[in-house]
């Protein structure tokens, strides 16, 4: 390297704000930059001419050493993320590339690099990380205590209101077949019978009314006798609405679930019901439930319409819901779906942490 080539060089590296180096290939130091040198915390003199272990800790003079070596042998670029402390003491971090030098016979002779502190990016890395796993928390939570509303709502609606509303019920049976108008026209005991008809018709599509919305909040079959009875109960009431055929297939003999667990796969398979009778056009749905020990899958296929793009309603509500009802037990969901070939989704949540706590 001639003397105009060393100075044009080092005026390039002077100028580049990142630490940046050149060596031969024994690892030493041809020229380096004045971040470099700071870096290392030894004025230039000090390090040229030396190899890494004289200038940097021993572990990370190694390190520096074996990367060297592999950019060398294979000729090609080298880029990885390293940690090392900085002049203050504390903990950064470095991108690192590593590149080839070659003379004109395309021999390598050496190596290039440049090391970028990467520190605050990192840092804002982990704090969205940690605020992406907070919000999780607090989406369970809050999940958590819908779900136990839902379920007080619900037994209210069903214990107290659903009481009151058959009791007048059964009185106005009693109005009608014990207190008629003795002394009233014929006209007069038409009209009471069909006030009192009227009345009962009311209380009637009331307390149907009551159990539905209730059944809808927080159904007791599922806390009473459990997911595959509360599956069914659901998939029943699904095909008396919307008269599509369906087929339930449960493992035999699936152990109890953890409530959390129980609450997610049903109200997948809810929005997954849902989204069948507004968008599928389908005539026919098959639901399969089952375990292995490590995890619970729930499979919902029809043999409607189909999407073109899954990608294209990733971002839907209800698809949305869905996932993130499996992803914060620690689970997946997977759509599969073509054009005039249905929809079929896949959810598989992990049983290894079904102990009654959140993940």
């Known amino acids: 390297m001639s003397k ?20 031969d290939a024994d690892s030493r130091y041809i020229l380096v930059n004045e971040a470099f040198a700071t870096a290392c915390g ?92 907070q919000l999780r928390e607090l989406s369970a939570y809050l999940q958590s205590v819908r779900e136990e509303e839902r379920t007080r709502i619900s037994r209210e609606l069903h214990d107290e209101l659903g009481q009151s509303l058959t009791a007048i019920r059964i009185g106005l049976g009693v109005l009608e077949t014990q207190y008629g108008l003795q002394n009233a026209s014929a006209a007069q005991a038409a009209e009471w019978a069909k006030n009192l008809q009227q009345l009962k018709h009311i209380a009637d599509s009331t307390v149907e009314s009551v159990q539905r919305i209730a059944a809808d909040l927080r159904p007791l079959i599922l806390d009473e006798l459990g997911l595959a009875s509360a599956l069914d109960w659901l998939l029943e009431s699904f095909s008396e609405r919307s008269g599509i055929a369906f087929n339930l297939v449960v493992q035999p003999k699936l152990p109890a679930f953890d409530r959390d667990v129980s609450t997610a796969i049903f109200r997948i398979l809810q929005e997954a019901l849902t989204n069948v009778i507004r968008h599928s ?31 294209s309603h990733e971002n839907s509500i209800g698809l949305l819901g869905m996932r993130e009802r499996a992803f914060m037990l620690g689970g997946r969901l997977k759509i599969q779906s073509r054009p005039g070939s249905g929809m079929r989704i896949d959810v598989q949540i992990p049983l290894a942490q079904n102990n009654g706590e959140r993940p």
């Open 4 to 23: 105009t080539d060393e100075e044009l060089q080092k005026a390039i590296l002077s100028n580049i704000p990142d630490q940046a180096w050149l060596k």
């Open 42 to 133: 030894l004025p230039e003199a000090q390090i040229l001419n030396r190899r890494p272990v004289d200038v940097w800790p021993q572990e990370w003079g190694q390190e520096y050493i074996e990367t060297d070596r592999r950019v060398m042998e294979q000729g090609v670029r080298l880029r990885y993320e390293e940690q090392r402390h900085g002049q203050d003491g504390t903990l950064r971090w470095y991108d690192t590339i590593k590149t080839p030098i070659r003379n004109a016979e395309g021999e390598v002779i050496g190596t290039t690099g440049i090391s970028r502190d990467i520190t605050d990016r990192k840092m804002a890395e982990q704090e969205l990380l940690e605020s992406r796993s």
């Open 281 to 311: 056009h389908a005539t026919a749905v098959v639901v399969e439930l089952q375990e292995d020990g490590n995890a619970i899958t729930l499979r919902i296929a029809d043999n409607g319409c189909g999407i073109d793009s899954v990608e």
